[in-house]
């Protein structure tokens, strides 16, 4: 260790009269200093040799940049795809659906890529209920209570086989500190070949009360998330609560970039940023573009660093376990079959 750096790490905890969270703010103000002064910066490049690396690129399409579908069509387009290199935010209010999507998320992509799941509000088994329950369409909490017919538990005989497909890797302690999160998703890159890194609730990170405190901590995860990414080209994506001003705005609640919480540099860092939005949830029977919204789910795409603006649409089925590409117009509807069971067919002899 620097001998300036251990001086000065003895002067702080010795002193009397600091306090707890006055030795805390010393020294992460030491360490970025610190940080600062031992960083190397590469040897710049000319512009003319930038773009001849890129003529190479540029001049066959056999050299496509690749990018990472999330298996929702329009959504998909939307997005141009997710690339490495990237930090996406999936931001949205409480009973929005986040956990659900990115856990449906991280099994679609998982498909072709490693993931690296965080969760940092649920337990390992609560999360694990989740995946099977995106897979096989079962209500989350009939998982977690074990409370399920027989024949639902007919489908979970072979559970543990059907997810040898999914590379998929999950994590629920978040007590470490920023630099041993780092190390750690650095170890799984490479001994796991992690492309995707996946945060469940980034507000989770801070248990720290005070607000200045807790939106300085969350924005230096951000920043070294945002880091992590471009240096090692992984694309890490994160969900993040917004704050309580979409519910005091007037007619439609749509979330808006300015509403993500505790934090400018969730906004500032995130190349990509899709809040999700149900106007059912606030009883509202039809979307400003006049759709019905029974099990829709608005993907408003509110900051694309390289591409257009956007909105598509999801559906979301009536367990919320599974969401969908939406039909505008579709007369499909989905019906669970334990459900078509409890009908009374004297009622409906054609369903004898």
């Not at 990018?67 to 997710?82: C, H, N, V």
């Not at 998320?105 to 799941?117: K, R, T």
Request: glycine fraction near 4%; proline fraction near 2%; aromatic fraction near 10%.
């Amino acid at each position: 260790m620097d001998t300036i750096f251990k001086k000065k790490l003895e002067e702080i905890i010795n002193n009397p009269k600091l306090e707890i969270q006055d030795m805390r703010n010393e020294f992460h103000k030491m360490v970025s200093q610190w940080d600062f002064q031992n960083t190397i910066l590469k040897k710049p490049k000319k512009i003319e040799e930038l773009a001849f690396e890129g003529k190479e690129l540029w001049g066959s399409d056999s050299h496509k940049i690749e990018t990472i579908k999330t298996g929702f069509k329009d959504l998909d387009m939307s997005l141009q795809g997710l690339n490495f290199g990237e930090l996406v935010v999936i931001g949205g209010r409480p009973s929005m659906g986040k956990t659900q999507f990115i856990a449906q998320l991280a099994l679609q992509i998982s498909v072709s890529h490693p993931v690296l799941f965080f969760s940092f509000d649920e337990s390992e088994y609560a999360m694990t209920c989740r995946f099977v329950s995106s897979l096989y369409g079962i209500a989350t909490n009939q998982l977690i209570t074990n409370e399920m017919s027989d024949e639902t538990r007919k489908k979970l005989l072979r559970v543990d086989e059907e997810m040898q497909k999914y590379q998929l890797f999950l994590n629920d302690d978040y007590s470490c500190s920023l630099a041993a999160f780092q190390n750690y998703c650095q170890t799984q890159i490479k001994e796991q070949g992690i492309k995707i890194i996946m945060i469940d609730n980034l507000q989770k990170v801070s248990n720290n009360n005070l607000s200045n405190y807790k939106e300085k901590e969350i924005g230096n995860w951000v920043r070294a998330l945002k880091k992590m990414a471009h240096e090692q080209q992984v694309c890490v994506i994160i969900t993040s609560q917004l704050s309580r001003a979409v519910e005091g705005r007037p007619g439609f609640k749509i979330p808006q970039l300015s509403d993500l919480s505790d934090s400018g540099s969730i906004e500032q860092e995130a190349d990509k940023v899709l809040l999700m939005y149900r106007p059912e949830f606030y009883k509202i029977d039809e979307n400003e573009d006049f759709i019905f919204t029974a099990g829709l789910v608005e993907m408003i795409l509110a900051k694309n660093k390289n591409g257009d603006l956007a909105k598509t649409y999801l559906m979301v089925n009536y367990n919320f376990t599974q969401f969908r590409n939406f039909k505008e117009n579709s007369s499909e509807f989905e019906f669970s079959q334990e459900r078509i069971n409890e009908i009374d067919t004297n009622d409906f002899p054609f369903l004898k």
